[in-house]
């Protein structure tokens, strides 16, 4: 059974003021998710895209605004979001503090099978 020390995984800038590290996925071991901890600096954003998996969002600090479809709400500390595959979402910070949360994919390379509707994808390599 793997385990995953979340310090000891590379951290990667996936787009400016926002970076990841990859908890779980299928190089560290699991067959049906990929998990990532992610960190965003204030005035952050993620372009308008979708993904053929489910994404749920469990927010630990500061706030997001989060759109999904026409629906567009505040999320901070013990909320979660849950993104149903296929839904156009985009989100971004909210106010002046960092956020930190977690992003749970229901499948394994959640990126490859992504639409992105304004913008490219995030960058996901390792230096």
Known sequence: MPYVDERNQPEVQTRPGIFARTIADQKLGAVGATVMMVRAAPASEVPLHMHAVEETVVMFEGRIWVEIEQDKRVVGPGETVIIPPNAPHRW????????????????????????????GPPNLETR
């Open 92 to 119: 971004g910070t909210e106010g002046q503090d960092n956020v930190r949360m977690m992003r749970i994919y229901s499948g394994l390379e959640p990126f490859k099978s992504s639409t992105y509707l304004a913008g």
